[in-house]
Structures are given as structure tokens and as C-alpha cells.
């Protein structure tokens, strides 16, 4: 049987939660034993993500493949099965760049080429090749119905419509019901004129996703049903939730999956959401809580770094715990002397993510001292690891001028430098290691412990090697390699032996965690930094305690 489509659009206004709601009808749909894929459409001329800034795009998410993608590719994979590939993600620029290569090599034997047919083909084609070997593909377009740029993926999903019929294709569109306090009322004239907007390009939405902070009362149902041509079943009340994890949830009680095998003509089968519903029961009744500092230079902007958010957030479900995520910008930890420290004192673990560029630099080395320094669990993930080696090069090694040439391509000492492949090459896009590649540990480690196996896979996006000429200096004086490539070429773990969790990678195990399924490093980084708070907090009470008794108190009673 031939693939079944759901297209997922989104009006009045951006960040509304197209991919979580995608993602969110490809976890209930699982969860009925349907096999599911799912792609997302981006409108902007970049190629893809690579090249863009962190505070205009957010994170640029990597599949197995070392593609650069969305982060709503992210999503897709922690809420579903899908094994997602460069495939799944297509942006305006990709999609010009293959027709104007085939224009060039004269595939279309002289013929002009339009934006339809060939642009729509290209795109259709796109959909048509992640849809292969499963039962529903889950289609996103980016952006907002009305935007220019999004026009020929509209007209795309329009033609498929045409091409395949009602029972195979289904139209979702995500709109906005605001609550004007002012009137105390709910207003959907918003959502009117967005599905105008969608009729006036020729598609009739069949459900809507009315995101809220209120459920929707039926005679506002009845009247957005009315006026928009939909059943009033299939308006349905997308409300905010505490948790991104509660979406299939809230989704399941509305029926939003009942309403997919009714339209799709879908055979009827039973639901399974068990252990989404201990996920969430978790989320609302943590047995503790934990505080993590996030060292970083895109804190001002969470989406820089969703997936290690979440990541560290499946660490902590992992141990019932409610994790706080404390953001602290980089360069506000540049201090010569040590008053950086009261900054640092009240986290139960440190961790420094990735990123590109000097700014910040002397601030995460001052987090990544202390961490290693007082005993606070420190977890290091890309340009994490890198400052990790600088700082013991700099401070435990005496190399004080130890840097990156990313940094100072100057430095008498570089720990770190660009990778081999890489010199020569200025281009920017897609020329870093990317993707998927195999790490052997070293038995006995920390790194053992945690993985319980000799050899991983995982993915990465980097542009700068540890330098192994100083190898046999840092591990002399203490860090141990504990993950290589299996030639030995590249650095992939480094960790201290005499620290009670100190550890550090080259790849972005972010990537691969999920709330079923939390990723081993962020489980035991979670986990040790739990047992951290609760000695820390046990030493200064008693240090409370002991303060109160001293005798030249007791006089003063």
C-alpha cells in the first residue's frame, strides 16, 4: 500500500509549534503501530542551516548522514522512530540548487524552466522519496501561510492533493486563538482569516490546531468550525502545557488521532500510550530537584541549544528529578581575580556546549577551573572538550599561553588546531566532520563505565581536532583519552581520573537522546551532579551548625 500524506501548515504568526505538533501526531500515530517519516520544508535561500547565526536560526540540528538541518528535525526523532537523513529536511535554496544543476547538465532539453512545473516536481518528489517503506508521511511547511516565500511548497501540497486524492492526503494547519484580557475574550478572527489565506492558494484545511492558553469552550468551536468549513471535531484546542512532552497527550484527548484514521480511512487499532503518560507523570512529580549551569555563548537564545536542554531534561526524568537549567553567559565569567566563583558555587554540575568563535572563551575556561578544581561534575560537549584541554594545558600543565589556533592562530602552544582535512579550505558550508562516526573507548574509563560497551557511534559538527602532539604532556600530568577513532586519529573523550566526574567529548551526544530512551552521558552527568548538590548542601549546614556553636557565639545568646 502506497504512503498516506499529512501536511502540516501554520498562519498569523511564526513559532506557533508546527514541529511539535508534526512530531507530536508522528508519536501518537506510532503508537497505533503505524510506521511513520516525517520532513520539513524551509522557505530561506540558505542551502541549509550551516552557515547561519545562532541567534537568527537557533540550533542547527545533525543527522547520522552530516546533514545540517532545523532544529525541528530534533523533535521528529525524540518524539518518533524515524531514522531521519538529509532527506527529511529541504530548504528553498537546496531545491533551486538541483534544478538549476540539472538546467545546466540540459535535463530539460531547452525547455524554460518554471517555478511550476519544475520547482513543484522537485518538491513533490522530495515528499515523495520519504515516503517510501511506511505508512504516513508527516509533511511541515516552514513559515507562515501568506509568506511569498512559501508559496511554492503550498502549491506543492495543493498538486498532491490533486494528484492523490482525499484518502491519502490530509491538510493540518496550526493557527492562533489569542485571549485579548483587555475584552476577556477569546478572539479567532485570527484564525479566519488564516484559513482565507490558505483557501485563496486552493487548500481546504481538515483539521485545526487552535494553539491557546485555554481550552476552547464548544460554542467557540462551533463558531471557528462554521466559519472556516471544518467539522467541529476537527477544531482542536492546542493548548500551552508546562511540557513539550504533554502534547501527544493533550492531542489524544482531542482526538486529533481518532480524527487522522477517520479522514485517511485508516483501519482502526488500538492506542499505546503508556509511557508517554510515565513520562509526563514524572515531568509533574519529580522527587527532587537539580540545578545545572549552562556555560555558554548563545544563552540570551534557548532554541541555540534545544537539544541539549532536552537532553539534560531526559537525564533528569531518568532520576525523577525536575531539572533547572541556569544559562550563564560566558563572558559574564571573565574576571582576572576570582570573584567569578560566587557565580559558580550554588550549581550542583557545570557544562559547557558548543559553539564557534573567540567570544566567551575566558569565561568557560574560568567555569571549567572550577569545576575541575572544587569537584563540581563538569560534562563537556564539542568546544566544551576543547577548553577542557586548553585549561589543563594552561593551569595544570604550565603551557599558559596553551590556545586554540581558532583562537590565536599565533599561539606558541596549539592544543588545539584545525582539522588536517581541513587546511586550505575557507569555504564555510558543509565542510566540516559531520555526521555519524565510530569512537573506541578505552576499558576501565568513565567513559566505559557510562557507555557499557567498547565502541559507539555518535554524531558530530566541528571544525578543529585536539592536537595529539601534546598527548603524552596532558595525560602525564593527569587527563586520560578515553575515546579515539579507531585509527587513533581524532581525540573523541578526554576525563580526569582523579575527579568524581569530570568528562568531555568532541561529538554532540544531544543529538541522539530522547525522553524514552535518555542519552547514557546526560543520565550519569545528572545523576552525579544530584549527588554533588546533596553533599554540598549537607557540608554547608554543617558548616551552618558548627558556625552557630562556636563558643564565642554561645556568650552572645
Known amino acids: 500500500m502506497s504512503a498516506k500524506y499529512i501536511f502540516v501548515t501554520g498562519g498569523v504568526v511564526s513559532s506557533l509549534g508546527k514541529g511539535l505538533a508534526a512530531a507530536s501526531i508522528g508519536c501518537l500515530l506510532e503508537s497505533r503501530g503505524l510506521k511513520v517519516n516525517l520532513m520539513k520544508f524551509d522557505p530561506y535561500l540558505n542551502v541549509d542551516p550551516g552557515t547561519m547565526s545562532p541567534f537568527q536560526h537557533g540550533e542547527v540540528f545533525v543527522t547520522d548522514d552530516g546533514a545540517e538541518t532545523d532544529l525541528d528535525l530534533g523533535h521528529y526523532e525524540r518524539f518518533t522512530h524515524a531514522k531521519l537523513s538529509r532527506d527529511n529536511n529541504w530548504t528553498t535554496g537546496r531545491i533551486y540548487e538541483q534544478i538549476i544543476a540539472k538546467e545546466r547538465r540540459g535535463d530539460y532539453l531547452g525547455k524554460t524552466v518554471q517555478v511550476i512545473p519544475h520547482v513543484t516536481n522537485e518538491i513533490k518528489a522530495a515528499m515523495k522519496k520519504v515516503a517510501q517503506d511506511v505508512d504516513i508521511a508527516i509533511v511541515e511547511i516552514g513559515g507562515t501561510v501568506g509568506d ?142 537539580i540545578t545545572i549551569g549552562i556555560v555558554g555563548k548563545y544563552v540570551e537564545y534557548e532554541d541555540s541549544y534545544k537539544s541539549l536542554k532536552e537532553a539534560l531534561v531526559h537525564g533528569a526524568l531518568a532520576h525523577n528529578l525536575k531539572l533547572n537549567a541556569n544559562w550563564v553567559e560566558a563572558e559574564g565569567l571573565e574576571t582576572g581575580d576570582q570573584s567569578y566563583e560566587a557565580q559558580l558555587e550554588d550549581y550542583d554540575g557545570l557544562l559547557v556546549p558548543g559553539g564557534f568563535g573567540k567570544r566567551g572563551i575566558a569565561g568557560m575556561l574560568n567555569a571549567i577551573r572550577y569545576a575541575r578544581e572544587k569537584k563540581v561534575p563538569y560534562f563537556g560537549i ?45 569555504e564555510l558550508g558543509g565542510t566540516m566532520r559531520l555526521g555519524a562516526w565510530t569512537c573506541k573507548i578505552e576499558p576501565g574509563t568513565l567513559a566505559h563505565r557510562i557507555y557499557g560497551k567498547l565502541e559507539i557511534s555518535e554524531r558530530h559538527r566541528h571544525r578543529y581536532e585536539f592536537n595529539r602532539e601534546y598527548e603524552e604532556m596532558l595525560t602525564a600530568a593527569g587527563m586520560r583519552i578515553s575515546g579515539s577513532t579507531p585509527d587513533g586519529t581524532y581525540v573523541e573523550i578526554v576525563e580526569l581520573s582523579d575527579h568524581p566526574h569530570f568528562i568531555a567529548c568532541q561529538f554532540h551526544p544531544e543529538f541522539k537522546s530522547k525522553p524514552l530512551e535518555p542519552h547514557p552521558l546526560f543520565r550519569t552527568f545528572v545523576g552525579a551532579s544530584y549527588e554533588h548538590g546533596i553533599e554540598r548542601r549537607a557540608r554547608r549546614e554543617a558548616a551552618e551548625v558548627e558556625m552557630f556553636h562556636r563558643p564565642e557565639r554561645v556568650g552572645r545568646r
Open 148 to 289: 511569498i516565500e512559501s508559496l511554492p511548497f503550498i502549491e506543492a501540497i495543493r498538486q498532491m492533493r490533486q494528484e492523490l486524492g482525499r484518502e491519502h492526503t490530509l491538510f493540518v494547519h496550526v493557527t492562533l486563538v489569542p485571549f485579548i484580557a483587555a475584552a476577556q475574550e477569546l478572539k479567532t478572527k485570527p484564525t479566519q482569516h488564516s484559513v482565507k489565506e490558505l483557501l485563496s492558494v486552493g487548500i481546504q484545511p481538515d483539521i485545526l490546531l487552535c494553539r491557546t492558553d485555554r481550552f476552547l469552550a464548544k460554542d467557540i468551536k462551533s463558531k471557528i468550525a462554521l466559519f472556516c468549513n471544518v467539522e467541529e471535531e476537527a477544531v482542536i484546542t492546542a493548548k500551552d502545557v508546562a511540557s513539550i512532552y504533554e502534547v501527544p497527550l493533550v492531542f489524544s484527548r482531542e482526538g486529533v488521532d481518532t480524527l487522522v484514521f477517520k479522514y485517511l480511512r485508516l483501519e482502526a487499532r488500538d492506542r499505546d500510550l503508556k509511557d508517554w503518560e510515565e513520562i509526563v507523570r514524572r515531568v509533574y512529580n519529580p522527587k527532587a530537584e
Open 382 to 426: 564539542c568546544l566544551g572538550m576543547q577548553a577542557a584541554c586548553i585549561e589543563f594545558a594552561r593551569n595544570v600543565c604550565g603551557l599558559a599561553e596553551a590556545n586554540s589556533s581558532e583562537f590565536d592562530p599565533a599561539t606558541p602552544h596549539r592544543v588545539i588546531y584545525k582539522l588536517r582535512e581541513l587546511r586550505g579550505v575557507e
